[in-house]
């Protein structure tokens, strides 16, 4: 998206240093290195007489140096691109890292001799399906499947919470993973760190972030961004806001993330919430189903604290794929050295020989696909960078999966920035054949030529060459017996089934900009509306998310999106269900759409998905279901934060009557979402009798329903809900950490 926010610079550029764990300390340096002056002179005197002996070691040891920097790489599992590939194959979601979800152990479906779509519509709709059937019916059946996956209790309101969105229709009650995971690394935080970090990042102007204070159940204070960008943030926590703590919140005003932490402090923060918060949270007996008071250092909430200095650091317009990768894991793909090669892990997420993309998730994760670091044009020149390496308590609208920031519903969406109107679409049968897009060449800014190495002007350019594409040709005798196998066909041959062209060219230095006026054809700029036209909708990132998409999937077309920038959505929206996912590599982008508009069984299931894709629109993408994920996202976050960090919060976790406390905590050990709270509610002796490092008691975990807001939008909205509350605790109230589940991305 482009145009959405103000660019503002800071003038701050200092960096974290970091050595191999350990912080930097010129105190220790000091004590142990000699002065200058007599490291000179020393020098000297022992170069008069070594001068040609040093040399011939310095020769040496470079030779040795080089020797080894050139011998073979150590054998690695992933799997190398085919030479054919004009485009980099792409990801598979980090194992190690966090917050995503390892999705490692996925395994590639198996096709057989069907049509690999075919097939995938099949897999994906019956997963889906059992998605929807285990939801939790009633309160009690929630609670039990929040201790299940995340080994903690629910937050305080729980039951607020699930009534709330049990009212508005949410969908899908228990499907909050990504909230969760993104959460768990602040429980490595103290409240008191967290709630500093809050205040830091809301003191200093130029840190480009809208700032909410909420105090004794109201936003006593809101500033930043534009003004549709503060009414919208204020409007999604109208309805549960009465429900959450006095807090402080950072919402990110710029499309591109803020959150950037390097791997071996995330591990640290998340074995900290593993082995030590969370189990202490889990252990609380008889936890309190509220908050606890306020924290002296949260102040009266009418006024932002003044910071002097920031750790955020401003350069836009320059190659950031360096910043993106450290949080990756070190032998990930991406970690690779400079001179070692550099391989996709193309399994994990593609199949077949044209590469159809099964696993959404390992596709976008940066840390299996070093390519994208010369493919996707956010790593080449963001057209805004201001980051910070620390971990601070920043919502954000979406992310790369290397990133930090916790996610939540774009207030663009909520505002309806781009809007969809039922009465301008047409019905299907009317439609044209044909995948469109138009749009700008948003996505990085160019400059030198960089334009070459965005990912827009690549799909662009590639839709429209003239070369060779690949599609599938059924040489079965039978019906029941297929054989799809490749063909190479000239493009040209499909040009009528694809109307993808620029708008606009932007962001770009004069030359940049003439280059590609020279090398595209450019259409006219087009209304909204004429999307409608076509059957096939082609969805793609700019800066960051592209927010067409909600209005895409409530029309009567079928959607076709290529992304790697992750939303709050990822677990209520599935490929191959409600939309078709495509890569960024490409092989597969012709037989993706001539499948469906050519065959006959195609077109049946083109229209069938277009439909089902708009009917589970209207249900998830709802302004309701943004609120209800807003909200459980502020409340499981509070939780967290604050039983964990800050035992004296008081919030503990709802658990009915019948509920055995003997099952708590019983799944922390081996959780892949790291439930911190549930797990620090198994120790609640030890946050009742210990003094916590920041010399508050600890008090035990609250846990009451947080899902009350959400369904599809009410998911959105309850997934706000959630960030919010947990977000607020962690940023602000945290001296007392109260765990509350936090969502793993899929």
């Keep these: ?77 992933f799997t190398s691109h085919t030479n054919s590939a004009p485009i980099p194959q792409t990801p598979k979601p980090p194992s190690e890292q966090l917050p995503v979800l390892d999705t490692s152990g996925n395994e590639p479906p198996q096709i057989g001799s069907a049509h690999p779509v075919w097939q995938l519509i099949k897999n994906a709709e019956q997963d889906f399906e059992k998605t929807l059937t285990r939801q939790s019916k009633t309160l009690n059946e929630a609670v039990e499947e929040y201790r299940r996956r995340y080994g903690i209790p629910p937050p305080p309101n729980f039951d607020k919470w699930f009534e709330f969105a049990k009212k508005r229709g949410v969908q899908l009650i228990d499907e909050y993973d990504s909230i969760h995971h993104s959460l768990t690394p602040f429980w490595g935080l103290k409240p008191s760190t967290i709630r500093k970090r809050a205040q830091e990042a809301l003191g200093f102007d130029a840190n480009n972030l809208i700032g909410v204070l909420i105090r004794k159940g109201e936003v006593t204070k809101i500033d930043g961004g534009r003004e549709w960008q503060m009414v919208a943030t204020k409007g999604m926590m109208k309805d549960f806001i ?33 082995d030590v918060k969370m189990p202490a949270a889990s252990a609380v007996a008889a936890p309190r189903n509220s908050w606890s008071p306020t924290h002296s250092g949260l102040g009266d909430g009418s006024r932002f604290e003044d910071i002097k200095t920031t750790r955020f650091n401003v350069f836009a ?84 999966s290397s990133y930090s ?81 490749v063909k190479q066909v000239p493009r040209s041959d499909f040009r009528e089934i694809f109307d993808i062209y620029f708008s606009h060219i932007g962001q770009c230095d004069p030359g940049d900009c003439d280059a590609q006026k020279e090398f595209f054809t450019l259409k006219d700029t087009a209304k909204q509306e004429d999307a409608w036209k076509y059957k096939y909708l082609l969805d793609i990132d700019g800066n960051a998310f592209s927010g067409r998409f909600y209005a895409f999937l409530k029309s009567k077309s079928l959607v076709y999106k290529l992304a ?14 409600h939309f078709i996912p495509l890569s960024l590599r490409g092989d597969e982008w012709v037989e993706a759409v001539r499948w469906f508009a050519g065959e006959p069984i195609g077109k049946k299931e083109a229209e069938r998905l277009a439909l089902q894709g708009r009917e589970w629109a209207g249900k998830v993408l709802r302004n309701e279901d943004l609120e209800i994920r807003q909200a459980r996202r502020r409340r499981q976050g509070n939780n967290r934060v604050f039983s964990v960090l800050n035992s004296t919060l008081g919030h503990q976790h709802y658990i009915p009557p019948h509920h055995d406390t003997a099952h708590r905590g019983t799944n922390c050990s081996g959780s892949v979402f790291y439930n911190l709270q549930y797990c620090i509610g198994k120790r609640k002796s030890d946050l009742e009798t210990r003094q916590r490092g920041d010399g508050e008691s600890a008090v035990p975990v609250q846990t009451t329903p947080q899902h009350s807001l959400t369904t599809s939008f009410i998911l959105l909205g309850m997934y706000m809900w959630h960030c919010n509350e947990a977000m607020s605790i962690m940023l602000v109230r945290k001296d007392r950490f109260i765990p509350s589940p936090v969502l793993g991305q899929n």
């Design 564 to 577: 790697i920038f992750r939303e709050w959505h990822e677990e209520w929206l599935k490929p191959w269900v």
């Design 317 to 400: 317009h320059q190659p950031i794929w360096t910043h993106s990768k450290i949080s990756c894991p070190p032998d990930s793909p991406s970690r690779s050295l400079e001179d070692d090669p550099k391989e996709d892990n193309f399994n994990s997420y593609a199949v077949g020989e044209l590469g159809f993309v099964y696993n959404q998730t390992a596709f976008s994760d940066i840390c299996q696909s070093p390519s994208f670091g010369e493919t996707y044009g956010f790593f080449d020149r963001p057209n805004a960078f201001n980051i910070v390496q620390d971990l601070f308590p920043v919502f954000s609208q979406s992310k790369i």
């Design 1 to 77: 998206m482009s145009g959405r926010d103000p660019r503002r610079r800071s003038s701050s550029n200092a960096f974290t240093r970091l050595t191999h764990g350990h912080a930097y300390n010129p105190d220790h340096e000091e004590s142990k290195i000699p002065s200058f002056n007599t490291i000179l002179m020393r020098t000297r005197r022992r170069m008069r007489s070594r001068q040609f002996l040093v040399l011939i070691g310095l020769l040496t040891f470079a030779g040795f140096s080089l020797l080894y920097l050139r011998s073979p790489p150590l054998p690695t599992t």
């Design 242 to 274: 009465k429900y959450l703590p006095d807090m402080d919140l950072c919402f990110n005003i710029h499309d591109e993330p803020r959150v950037i932490v390097p791997h071996d402090d995330l591990s640290r923060l998340v074995n900290i919430a593993k």
């Design 405 to 485: 920031d916790i996610l939540y519903p774009s207030p663009w969406y909520w505002f309806g920035k781009v809007s969809y109107n039922e009465l301008e679409d047409k019905e299907w049968n009317t439609k044209e054949d044909k995948i469109y897009w138009r749009g700008s060449t948003t996505g990085g800014f160019s400059r030198d030529g960089g334009w070459r190495r965005q990912h827009r002007q690549r799909v662009v350019q590639k839709v429209n060459a003239v070369d060779q594409a690949k599609i599938l040709i059924n040489r079965g005798e039978t019906e029941a017996h297929e054989d799809w196998q």
